[in-house]
């Protein structure tokens, strides 16, 4: 039954996820520990902390959501439910928009969409930090990284890693 919940939980943030994965991140949070309570805050922040270093697409932190619950099946039923609803309504939609190339609310319907992701994108930004700012070093080392991301182009991987490992020493 539990890969029932996974698959369908997966769908819907599959084909929810407008404008990237980051953009379901707090739906994701907010089925998995507050709904389903299958993770704890703790789990989700760990789970997704090691999405945002690991080589690849950062989403594919939702296969080990799925192997932490239901080992190499719950991987598997949550890599389909997840990556292949979004993979095939791109295919379509992405096909049907070419065929539309000269349709005059072609562009509106582009600039009406941006704003809706990067709104998407700035709660999912929001939830991780929701959970991850707990106390004032971590609103310091969140500051900081923010000042380095605005300041020069650094890789957030190597921002996350340093950041990690400054909070673990000093506390």
């Not at 404008?19 to 089925?31: D, F, N, R, S, Y």
């Not at 594919?60 to 932490?68: K, Q």
């Not at 295919?91 to 539309?100: A, D, G, Q, S």
Request: glycine content about 10%; hydrophobic content about 55%.
């Amino acid at each position: 039954m539990r890969l029932v919940h996974l698959f369908l939980v997966f769908t819907l943030l599959s084909v929810l996820a407008v404008g990237g994965g980051t953009a379901v991140l707090p739906e994701m949070q907010h089925m998995t520990v507050d709904t389903f309570h299958w993770l704890t805050d703790a789990q989700f922040r760990s789970i997704y902390s090691i999405g945002q270093v690991a080589p690849g697409p950062n989403m594919l932190m939702v296969l080990l959501i799925g192997y932490h619950l239901a080992g190499w099946s719950g991987m598997t039923v949550v890599g389909l439910a997840f990556f292949l609803p979004d993979c095939l309504l791109t295919l379509f939609v992405n096909r049907w928009w070419v065929h539309l190339g000269s349709w005059p609310w072609r562009v509106s319907i582009q600039r009406g969409l941006a704003p809706v992701a990067i709104g998407l994108m700035l709660s999912g930004t929001y939830a991780i930090a929701k959970l991850s700012i707990i106390d004032p070093l971590t609103v310091l080392i969140g500051l900081v990284v923010f000042a380095i991301l605005l300041w020069r182009h650094v890789n957030p991987g190597i921002l996350v890693l340093i950041g990690g490992t400054v909070y673990m020493v000093l506390m």
